[in-house]
């Protein structure tokens, strides 16, 4: 079956700007998370939607939100965007279960100028 | 806040060496994973431990989740080149909460 998918894989914003990833989970997963990762910080959980409900979230300010479609796909928006935010972001799918693995996608890497 | 914290940050092997990675969590954990990410990859399950004191085998690698479930190790037996990467623990807080909090992680460099 297909994997994880994550549109656009590469971007390149200036400061300021705004910008909305997408996440495509895996046929039948309805659990997206979404990751930050960076060299200094590591991953980075940002928060995880379920059923198109945000079931957790992170401790990232509000610039960064997110929303789950009925059909699972996610997306996450990043405001005003600051040079710190330069990172691949990565989004993981899976069933939702109390002790599910997850399948991260292949990430966007986002470059803020 | 939760935090999990791997030792060591990094470590370089001779091919053929035995590697542990060691994953600490301030925090009692419903249970852990562990992740693999070669260089240039994306995060990749290795395997899931539930189970205070659970012991799981994979070939040459063994995971292992403490009593407390405050603690867990992979040990790589005999490394191989195709074992560099970073692994990554990630541990899920208790109460049900679907919040993977990861490791640091430990980038793993293996010498042919």
């Known amino acids: 079956k297909a994997g994880v998918t994550q549109t656009p894989r590469y971007l390149i914003k200036t400061r300021g700007q705004q910008v909305t990833l997408s996440c495509s989970p895996i046929s039948g997963h309805r659990s997206v998370s979404w990751y930050q990762q960076t060299p200094g910080q590591g991953l980075q959980f940002l928060f995880e939607y379920f059923s198109e409900t945000q079931r957790n979230k992170g401790n990232f300010p509000g610039r960064f939100s997110g929303r789950q479609f009925s059909n699972s796909r996610s997306e996450m928006n990043v405001s005003t965007l600051e040079l710190g935010d330069s990172a691949l972001y990565l989004c993981?799918?899976?069933?939702?279960?109390?002790?599910?693995?997850?399948?991260f996608g292949p990430g966007t890497r986002l470059t803020v100028l | 806040g939760q935090q999990v914290m791997q030792i060591p940050q990094y470590q370089h092997v001779q091919e053929g060496e035995d590697f542990t990675t060691y994953c600490n969590s301030s925090?009692?954990?419903?249970?852990i994973q562990w992740y693999k990410q070669r260089p240039g990859g994306h995060p990749v399950f290795l395997i899931q431990?539930?189970?205070?004191?659970e012991v799981k085998k994979q070939k040459r690698l063994t995971f292992q989740f403490g009593e407390a479930k405050k603690n867990s190790s992979l040990h790589i037996t005999a490394t191989q080149t195709t074992d560099v990467g970073t692994y990554f623990c990630a541990g899920a807080l208790l109460g049900g909460t679907y919040k993977y909090i990861f490791g640091t992680g430990t980038r793993l460099k293996v010498l042919a």
């Open positions: 431990l539930v189970k205070s004191g």
């Open positions: 993981a799918s899976s069933l939702g279960t109390d002790v599910s693995e997850q399948f």
């Open positions: 925090t009692t954990l419903s249970n």
